[in-house]
């Protein structure tokens, strides 16, 4: 039975009196709560539940997607490598697809040639994503263990190495690429603007997976509100945010192509109950 529009009320009620108290509790009550209200307590939205979501990768680095909706010949953009590449690997061992990774980061480029050097279907750009083809100063983390570096400098620090960067409309030009499939964002705080120039350049992408990294370490006090309008600006472009997990990873799906595999599922439009002729 679908929910009342005061039990629609009451849940929106308590995500946003739970969002007041975030920065106080561990996030993993925050991705409980949020599971059990089908709501993402951080910005307010509305979480669909869809089939076949699972999780492909490490548990620190891994990411829940549809993999209904992944296959062979799927192109599959992950940008911010670092030194994990269990996921986009997985999704080569799962759906034999064509991967395309981004990470100007020297480090990154190292575990790279370890771990992937001979995987036929992954390949590397030592380049990064920003909303503009220009050089950018990418700096370090305040723990020199970490790997992630940050062009908006998330962690306040000095150190910092200079690389290219271009806009994702200009990578995929390069590529040959007029649609893709999943894009995953790790990009320490350049998400904003990155988003933005997707929804600029009007670009056709299934998947989107994106980690807001201000919820580990805010620039400031309205990083909260630059959090919710980037949902929101995914949301009004015609996504549907279909699942929330720790660390503030985010995974959206196309309207359209929620709508198509619903039309394929039903094409008659036929309710439960219903048969041909009736």
């Known amino acids: 039975m679908p929910p009342t529009a005061l039990q629609i009320h009451g849940r929106f009620v308590l995500a946003k009196l739970l969002s007041k108290v975030s ?20 910005t307010c939205s509305e979480i669909r539940k869809i089939r076949g979501l699972k999780r492909i990768g ?38 034999d697809c ?3 990774a981004f990470d100007p980061t020297p480090r990154a480029n190292l575990h790279v040639q370890k771990r992937a050097k001979h995987v ?6 030592e380049v990064g994503l920003w909303d503009k083809n220009e050089i950018q100063k990418f700096y370090a983390p305040s723990n020199p263990a970490h790997v992630s570096h940050s062009i908006v400098n998330l962690q306040r620090t ?17 590529n040959d690429h007029h649609r893709i499939d999943l894009l995953k964002l790790d990009i320490e705080g350049a998400e904003y603007r990155v988003i933005d120039s997707i929804i600029e350049d009007r670009l056709d992408i299934g998947i989107i997976c994106v980690e807001y990294d201000e919820a580990h370490h ?6 909260l509100d ?35 595999r ?14 041909p002729g009736v």
């Not at 949020?34 to 307590?41: A, H, N, V, W």
């Not at 805010?218 to 990083?223: A, N, S, T």
């Open 218 to 223: 805010k620039l400031d006090d309205e990083y």
């Open 158 to 174: 000095s150190e910092f190495f200079d690389a290219q960067c271009k806009r994702l409309s200009t990578i995929m030009f390069e």
């Open 120 to 125: 036929n279907k992954f390949h590397f750009f």
């Open 23 to 42: 920065s106080r509790i561990r996030w993993e009550l925050i991705t409980l709560v949020s599971k059990c209200l089908s709501i993402d307590i951080v």
């Open 262 to 275: 619903a039309c394929l599922k039903n094409p008659m439009g036929w309710q439960p109950g219903d048969a």
């Open 98 to 100: 064509e991967v395309y």
């Open 226 to 260: 630059r959090i919710k309008k980037s949902v929101s600006r995914l949301r009004d472009y015609g996504y549907t945010l279909v699942a929330v997990k720790l660390r503030c990873n985010y995974t959206f799906v196309k309207n359209e192509l929620l709508n198509l």
């Open 58 to 95: 490490s548990n620190a680095c891994g990411w829940v997607i549809p993999t209904h909706l992944v296959q062979e010949d799927s192109v599959c953009y992950c940008v911010g490598v670092g030194e994990d590449i269990t996921f986009d690997l997985g999704l080569i061992s799962r759906f």
